[in-house]
């Protein structure tokens, strides 16, 4: 069974790091692009930041970049994100989410179900 | 820079009725749109991709049309799980990205 589970939120004041983490099962991670959605809380999704099968190709949206690194474990499976220079408008439950890409379309169909950060002094 | 917006922000309608939605983009994107339903205290759960083709599982009672800068969700009769806000999203090649609708919130009437 295909599955995505995230760790690593918490609560954490202005300026702090916090490093998350989303661990893959029940396909092969190789395969896939990766990717990483938040959520405010009562608001939209955002995406944040999406990696290549290879980890070669990476893009950020542009309210975290500088600030936030996303990389790839192929030994544990694992897709991480770490977030530096935490403000408070990074509040959010943050997604892991699978890609799929094909002939140019980009789309995530398996999602975990989140990990919460709180910035807050 | 792509802008997706999705109309209206709530429709209210009962079970049983057809629910339209709508997603407009800034700029022509092809038919790389797709669709996603969230529940509350839920992950999203992709719909459509590809402006018009069902994910694994999904009901034939949900379809998506469109291509270039307007695309349709529409869900023919709606059952009471399918009470839900639904996003649109897509695909920017440039900047390199992806972007999501605003999101309409189906509501019991």
């Known amino acids: 069974q295909v599955h995505l589970v995230e760790s690593g939120g918490g609560l954490v004041k202005p300026g702090g790091s916090l490093r998350l983490s989303c661990a893959a099962s029940?396909?092969?991670?190789?395969?896939?692009?990766m990717s990483w959605i938040r959520q405010a809380p009562g608001k939209g999704l955002e995406w944040v930041s999406y990696?290549?099968?290879?980890?070669?190709?990476?893009y950020y949206a542009d309210s975290v970049k500088g600030r936030f690194t996303i990389s790839r474990d192929s030994a544990r499976n694992s897709l991480d994100l770490q977030i530096n220079s935490l403000r408070a408008e990074d509040t959010a439950l943050y997604y892991c989410?699978?890609?799929?890409?094909?002939?140019?379309?980009?789309?995530?169909?398996?999602w975990g179900n989140g990990t919460t950060v709180t910035v807050s002094s | 820079e792509i802008v997706l917006t999705q109309s209206p922000a709530t429709l209210s309608l009962s079970p049983g009725e057809r629910a339209t939605l709508s997603c407009r983009a800034s700029?022509?994107?092809?038919?790389?749109l797709a669709w996603y339903q969230q529940k509350p205290g839920q992950a999203p759960r992709l719909l459509i991709h590809?402006?018009?083709n069902r994910a694994t599982g999904i009901p034939a009672r949900f379809s998506g049309s469109g291509s270039g800068t307007d695309f349709t969700l529409t869900i023919s009769s709606l059952e009471p799980e399918d009470f839900a806000v639904y996003y649109c999203?897509?695909?920017?090649?440039?900047?390199?990205?992806?972007?999501f609708g605003g999101g309409t919130k189906v509501e019991i009437k």
């Open positions: 700029q022509s994107v092809n038919t790389y």
């Open positions: 999203q897509e695909r920017i090649s440039w900047p390199p990205g992806i972007t």
């Open positions: 990696i290549s099968s290879s980890g070669l190709t990476i």
């Open positions: 989410a699978r890609v799929r890409t094909v002939a140019g379309s980009y789309y995530m169909d398996v």
């Open positions: 029940g396909f092969t991670f190789n395969d896939y692009y």
């Open positions: 590809d402006a018009s």
